[in-house]
């Protein structure tokens, strides 16, 4: 090229190199802004970086509890809002570390990896073994090392905020108290069920209701594909491992192996690299014929077909598809896609169909509007009959009294720890935090706790403290432990502030609210 720079021909043929490479990145800048969900200080954190983080988290909560992780759990622990939150943090954090100059040496970072006690053997770091970890958790050296420098310096900042925070006996006195007591709760429910009735919303007022939750009715993005999946089991039968490939490997381990585990690694292995070379060949074939089906008639290759699904609900049996969502979703309609990594072989997509997102006409969700409409409106009126009774409370009325002349259900829970509260109260965090605050100083929940049926009142009818002789038998644990959690939430109002300071300034700006994720 630099031979004919000044040719005419190379001008006009570089021109065009640079136009379609402004043209393209461009329009993926402009993509990510416009999948913004939150900017910070001119820092996008995109609608795909969380749907990763996301699902990272969930994987995690799924491998810990298996088949017991049910639905209702996951809308309980309020996953998204933890990802969004963390994800927000680590930008602010970053940020002010910045601001104030705040690093990590390469010393330092070296250090921190080397003292990992999963990359050692024998109390020495091992290259090897902190090379085998990472791939074996499907990261690169870089990514942990970029990881670990924030971790590092969140760590620095995190100390110099903290600095001077210490605990009082009588402050780590009431902690252990108001863990660890035993509580008899009175409960009063408020059924929302029970202002129904009485609803009769007009047409107008549907309609009206329906363009202000418009967003809820929306329905995203959908697509189908068809995919042919190269198993590595299809192709174990191919391969042939010599006893002096076993040799090389259990000499690599440096550890002691059973031979059949080694010749059953080593055959996954080879069989993998078979499965990417035949998807390879296929990609490429594919990609220049547009022969997908025949392909796949051709090959004896079975063609799957998914239902449409959007990028919240991939196909279960497509979830460990690495980039799946991010690659599909950029499709044309009979594209295919490039070669993608599963948890047991490769896979190649083809989008056969697109629903682009759009909201339905409220003639077509007029009933399941009416029907919002209602329950909305009916557990406004729950919420202020429960306001009015917490009132009546605190003005010296039990409630026992109004619960009889509003013909409301009533009970006490029976004793209980704090710390392991009924199935009937709810394992939500917002039940066991309210439950911490109750004791001999504040027997009323002032403010009426929401339930998925209603609103529920709680209050304090009796409360038992631990023994002294339990306490100073853990004294210096609990010191500890609540010390970790002053810090914890001083951490927290330190970042709220910051980030509520951000907000007011404009440098901070959330473009989609949590449930529109």
């Given amino acids: 090229m630099r031979k004919h720079a000044r040719n005419w021909m190379m001008k006009v043929l570089l021109g065009i190199i640079i136009f379609v490479f402004v043209l393209y990145f461009g329009s993926m800048g402009g993509r990510r802004r416009a999948e913004a969900i939150v900017t910070i200080d001119g820092k996008i954190i995109s609608q795909a970086e969380f749907y990763r983080e996301y699902q990272n988290l969930l994987d995690f909560y799924r491998q810990r509890f298996g088949g017991l992780l049910t639905e209702e759990m996951i809308r309980s622990m309020n996953l998204k809002e933890q990802v969004l939150n963390k994800m927000v943090y680590e930008v602010l954090l970053m940020k002010k570390a910045k601001d104030l100059k705040i690093t990590v040496t390469d010393e330092e970072l070296r250090k921190s990896i080397t003292s990992f006690p999963a990359f050692q053997r024998n109390g020495v770091f091992d290259e090897a073994l902190y090379q085998r970890m ?56 408020i059924p929302a069920a029970d202002f129904t009735r009485n609803i009769e919303p007009t047409t107008t007022e549907l309609e009206k209701f329906f363009k202000e939750h418009e967003s809820d ?48 690694e080593l ?37 799957k077909t998914t239902d449409f699904f959007d990028e919240k609900n991939p196909p279960a049996e497509l979830k460990e598809v690495r980039d ?31 629903k682009e997102a759009h909201t339905p006409p409220f ?39 109004i619960a009889r002349e509003r013909k409301l259900a009533i009970g006490e829970t029976g004793f209980f720890p704090v710390n392991s509260p009924p199935s009937s109260l709810g394992g939500s965090p917002e039940v066991i935090s309210i439950i911490l605050r ?25 409360w038992v403290p ?38 007011k300034e404009g440098k901070l700006k959330y473009h989609k609210e949590l449930k529109e994720l």
């Fill in 134 to 189: 990472l791939k074996y958790n499907k990261m690169k050296p870089e990514e942990f090392e970029e990881m670990q420098r924030k971790s590092l310096i969140s760590a620095k900042l995190e100390d110099l905020v903290l600095d001077g925070i210490h605990a009082t006996e009588r402050e780590i006195k009431e902690y252990y108290d108001s863990r660890n007591a035993k509580i008899n709760l009175i409960k009063c429910l």
């Fill in 217 to 264: 009715y929306r329905i995203p993005t959908r697509i189908q594909l068809s995919y042919i999946l190269f198993s590595a089991s299809r192709y174990l039968d191919r391969v042939q491992i010599s006893k002096e490939e076993i040799g090389e490997y259990r000499s690599r381990l440096k550890e002691k192996a059973p031979e059949e585990k080694i010749l059953g």
């Fill in 267 to 303: 055959k996954k292995s080879k069989a993998m690299q078979i499965a990417y070379t035949e998807a390879k060949k296929a990609h490429d074939e594919i990609y220049q014929m547009e022969n997908f089906e025949a392909y796949a008639a051709k090959n004896n290759l079975p063609i």
């Fill in 324 to 354: 799946l969502l991010k690659v599909a979703f950029s499709l044309q309609v009979k594209e295919v896609s490039r070669v993608l990594t599963t948890g047991g072989g490769y896979i190649i997509v083809k989008l056969l169909a697109k």
């Fill in 363 to 401: 003639n077509s969700v007029a009933q399941e509007v009416r029907k919002k409409y209602v329950l909305e409106e009916a557990r406004k009126l729950a919420l202020r009959e429960a306001e009015a009774i917490i009132g009546r409370i605190k003005k010296g009325e039990t409630l026992e009294k």
């Fill in 438 to 462: 109750l004791g001999p100083q504040k027997r009323l929940e002032e403010k009426p706790v929401p339930l998925e049926s209603g609103y529920a009142i709680y209050l304090l009818k009796d």
């Fill in 466 to 503: 631990p023994s002294p002789e339990e306490f100073n038998a853990k004294k210096d644990t609990i010191r500890e432990t609540f010390l970790q959690a002053k810090k914890a939430e001083a951490m927290r109002f330190w970042i709220e502030a910051m980030k509520t300071a951000m907000i």
